[in-house]
């Protein structure tokens, strides 16, 4: 995780305020009202005990005692208008960001993300982002109102002495700025430890979820659940510390304040013995300043938990700061599919060289099969025509044009690309099929699912088409997830078909109808056959080698 200071955090988290600043500022000046009020109820009680009393007051005792009924009414409602306000700016943002992760996400992948932990991604996804309500809804308001309040107070307290507004205003300040500054900084990286233990934990039960099979085969299930339980145990002890922290904070927060009370008090007491003020300058500043510390207590208590937000935050940022490596491309003029090349290939990745000078011609109206061990580099050959990475030296062409210049939509469309293993959506077959193209019809489905020979396997089915399929597909077999993969490349009808190892998992049989469909389809497209077997590599019109990198 890139390290960030708090404030760079927040300050970046702030900005994504902005359209939204309207409601923020509706819901700072709501809050203000609101505390106003609730202070001011027992000041204004204090004014009909002085006009009882017989004292100077500004108001009578009746006037007072409705001001005091007014308030509580208009406390309740300024509150509740607070809080809407808040969360509605809360959701709002979560939602907003929710979709900036995504997007960015999507520019990140697939290179930025192979080999990525998804236990992580989908903790940030869901907790951390969550955890975002925490600011949104209860640090920014608080804190503009907690520093409108100190000011307000401090003036008003002030206006009876000004050593009774120093007092007032020393306690604000070390309640809500230097506590919590404080407590924080004391809190170290607990925050940052807390959430990346928690994505941890996420990986590691995602991971045994889906390896469940085989831990029940090979008796290692007692060994994963005690792991699972030490790494419980371990995130409910951070926990525990966290919690235990933000207590004494709480406690040491409320001594202080009965202490500057007290601080307030003698002070009022002594000007009075001396005569620098009247019994009013006792009562009501020190009523006002004991009902005043609900804002800047609610920054104290953010103290303690605001690392643990900030940590989520920054892992959020991560992925929002992330460069992609590579960028879409749009606004170029748009291609149209006439062959492609590779010319002078090479490619590394983690210092590692993958290709090496390869070259490969790919016309029209041609199969043109790879061939080549595991790990030779023919699979990243694919991934880069399909520009997921850059080539690190020599050209890939799309149509005489270098592919760094088409038009990201235009080259998806000009190819389609069929993995060794197909991900399968939790959803029925033919929407797992449509997605290649979402306004192809029924009938349409059917033909690339007939060229991919799993029609009939999909019609014995209880519901056809409309059969669910399970979580990751887990629910169908391999060759089955294979030949569904191979109808969205057939519904999509692209004129360059990349097919990675695309019968590996199919017997002799289904083989034989696909590669039939496939020398049937090359009229009008380029398809390109990637495979070990040598029973593939015969409906190819040339067949290129790759072996460590280069090919021959």
């Known amino acids: 995780m890139k390290k960030r200071s ?87 943002l979560l939602a907003l960001i929710r979709d900036q992760v995504f997007r960015a996400l999507r520019r990140l992948c697939p290179a930025k993300l192979e080999g990525r932990d998804r236990g992580n991604l989908i903790s940030v996804i869901t907790c951390d982002i969550e955890l975002l309500e925490v600011f949104y809804a209860h640090t920014i308001s608080p804190a503009l109102i907690a520093a409108l309040m100190t000011v307000i ?19 604000y300040l070390v309640i809500g700025l230097i506590v919590p500054v ?4 004391k809190s170290g990286n607990s925050g940052e430890i807390f959430r990346g233990r928690s994505g ?6 995602l991971d045994s979820l889906r390896g469940l099979k085989e831990s029940i085969q090979y008796h290692t299930g007692e060994e994963r659940l005690r792991e699972l339980n030490g790494r419980t145990d371990g995130l409910s002890a951070e926990e525990e510390k966290m919690k235990l922290r933000a207590g004494w904070n709480m406690a040491f927060v409320n001594t202080l304040i009965y202490l500057f009370d007290f601080a307030a008090l003698a002070a009022a007491l002594a000007l009075y013995a001396r005569g620098e003020t009247g019994f009013d300058a006792v009562l009501i500043p020190l009523i006002a300043m004991m009902s005043s510390f609900g804002p800047v207590v609610a920054l104290a208590n953010l103290g303690s938990t605001l690392q643990n937000t900030l940590a989520a935050g920054s892992r959020v940022l991560d992925i929002l700061e992330e460069t992609p490596e590579v960028e879409e491309i749009s606004g170029r003029e748009a291609t149209s599919f006439a062959g492609a090349q590779a010319l002078h290939v090479g490619f590394s990745y983690g210092g590692e060289t993958i290709l090496s000078d390869v070259s490969v011609d790919l016309p029209q109206n041609r199969v043109v099969g790879i061939t080549g061990r595991s790990g030779s580099g023919k699979s990243t050959l694919l ?31 000009i190819e389609s690309y069929v993995t060794q293993e197909t991900h399968l959506f ?45 979580e990751l597909g887990d629910t169908l077999s391999g060759g089955e997830r294979q ?24 017997d002799s049989l289904n083989e034989a109808v696909i590669l ?15 495979s070990h077997r040598k029973s593939t590599m015969r409906i190819a019109d040339q067949v290129y080698s790759v072996e460590h990198g280069r090919m021959s």
């Open 6 to 92: 708090g404030w760079k955090i927040m300050m970046s988290l702030i900005v994504l305020v902005k359209p939204l600043l309207g409601f923020m500022v509706l819901a700072v000046a709501m809050g203000v009202a609101g505390f106003l009020c609730a202070i001011f109820i027992p000041v204004f009680g204090g004014y009909a005990m002085l006009d009882v009393l017989k004292l100077p007051v500004p108001v009578s005792a009746g006037t007072a005692l409705a001001c005091v009924l007014v308030f509580a009414l208009l406390r309740g409602f300024l509150r509740y208008a607070e809080q809407a306000c808040n969360h509605f700016i809360a959701f709002k």
């Open 153 to 171: 107070m401090t003036i008003y307290i002030g206006s009876y002495h000004w050593i009774l507004g120093a007092i007032a205003l020393a306690a």
């Open 426 to 470: 939790h959803d029925s077959i033919a929407n797992n099929v449509r997605i290649a193209r979402t306004d192809a019809s029924l009938e349409e489905i059917v033909e690339a699912c007939k060229k991919a020979s799993v029609h009939e396997f999909i019609e014995s089915l209880p519901r056809g088409y409309d059969t669910p399929v399970g």
């Open 383 to 413: 991934k880069l025509l399909m520009r997921f990475w850059e080539t690190k030296q020599g050209d890939i062409r799309i149509s005489g044009r270098n592919i760094n210049t088409v038009n990201t939509a235009d080259l998806r469309n």
């Open 200 to 205: 941890e934990l996420s990986s590691f039960v």
């Open 182 to 185: 404080a407590v924080s900084k």
């Open 516 to 530: 039939k469909s496939l020398h049937e389809e090359r009229e009008g497209r380029t398809v390109v056959l990637v």
């Open 483 to 506: 030949r569904i993969g191979l109808a969205r490349a057939f519904l999509h009808d692209a004129p360059m078909l990349l097919l990675d190892e695309p019968t590996s998992n199919l």
